[in-house]
């Protein structure tokens, strides 16, 4: 309708391509413009200045011999200056950008082992965006950004390196695992090493407040009871103590059937083998 009336509308964010007789003649920025077809002139096309994305998944292979497939996403937009390259010169913009990047993508992966190509795909996104630039600014169009999505090896090979990811990490568990118990069994044995020697401690102590009471005991009864001796006094100890101890023996309940030698004859050979022990015991402490 409006070629009829000779004025076109361009809208916002488009440029429209104007010829005469054929010839390209001028770029029509948004808004109204008259076109006399009586006069030859026409509307071409038109061409959007808007930034537009293009993903290219590209299949190659890394210098280990993995074959991985390459997700870029190529962001470009028209020169409004160029405008006139932009139309004529190329047939199909998308095409010609996926030649490019294939080329870029199977120059630089092939040079890389595949942990590689995961640690330097900005520089392999550089690369893209680099010779992209060069190339497509002669056509017109600016490239804006260039990004590397994605990187996905072969399926068995995605397999088998979460399969080797998997045991590194077992290994790595059963390590510490190992160092856990080492470190356990090395603070029981420490805590029973001192609970050891403080039992020890504790009956070295007791045996010596033994001793000292024995002897502290002896000496008042030697002073209170002229005539009597040392030995006298230690014996009368032990024949009580030897009867509570029967005493004791005999009340519990829980006790088992004990079987000692028992009279006159047998206190005494008690009396003397406790004496000589505690004796021996007194000599080894001084």
């Known amino acids: 309708m409006g070629q009829i009336l000779c004025c076109v509308q361009v809208d916002q964010s488009t440029v429209a391509i104007k010829e005469t007789f054929g010839k390209f003649d001028d770029v029509l920025e948004p808004g109204f413009h008259c076109m006399p077809w009586i006069m030859g002139k026409k509307i071409a096309g038109h061409l959007s200045l808007r930034v537009q994305q293009l993903d290219v998944r590209c299949e190659t292979k890394t210098k280990d011999n993995v074959f991985v497939t390459v997700v870029a996403s190529i962001q470009y937009r028209a020169l409004v200056d160029k405008a006139a390259d932009a139309f004529y010169k190329l047939s199909n913009t998308r095409q010609q950008i996926q030649s490019y990047v294939f080329d870029v993508i199977r120059a630089s992966v092939p040079k890389l082992e595949l942990d590689s190509v995961f640690e330097q795909k900005n520089e392999i996104a550089k690369a893209v965006e680099k010779e992209l630039e060069k190339a497509m600014s002669a056509y017109g169009f600016e490239i804006i950004q260039t990004l590397i999505v994605d990187i996905e090896p072969d399926e068995h090979v995605k397999r088998a390196m979460n399969e080797i990811n998997a045991a590194a990490r077992m290994r790595v568990a059963t390590n510490e695992k190992a160092e856990a118990e080492k ?9 029973d090493a001192e609970s050891k020697y403080l039992a020890g ?38 024949v009580t103590q030897y009867f509570d101890t029967m005493k004791d ?33 007194n000599t080894i402490q001084e």
Not at 183 to 191: D, V
Not at 256 to 261: A, H, K, M, T, Y
């Open 183 to 191: 470190i356990l069994q090395i603070k029981r044995a420490e805590g």
């Open 249 to 281: 023996i005999g009340a519990s309940s829980k006790s088992n059937s004990v079987f000692i030698p028992h009279g006159p004859g047998a206190v005494r050979d008690i009396a003397a083998q406790i004496r000589n022990g505690l004796l021996q015991a």
């Open 201 to 238: 401690l504790g009956i070295a102590r007791q045996r010596q407040a033994i001793v000292d009471g024995l002897r502290d005991s002896v000496m008042a009864f030697s002073e209170n009871v002229p005539g009597t001796t040392s030995k006298d006094v230690i014996d009368m100890v032990l």
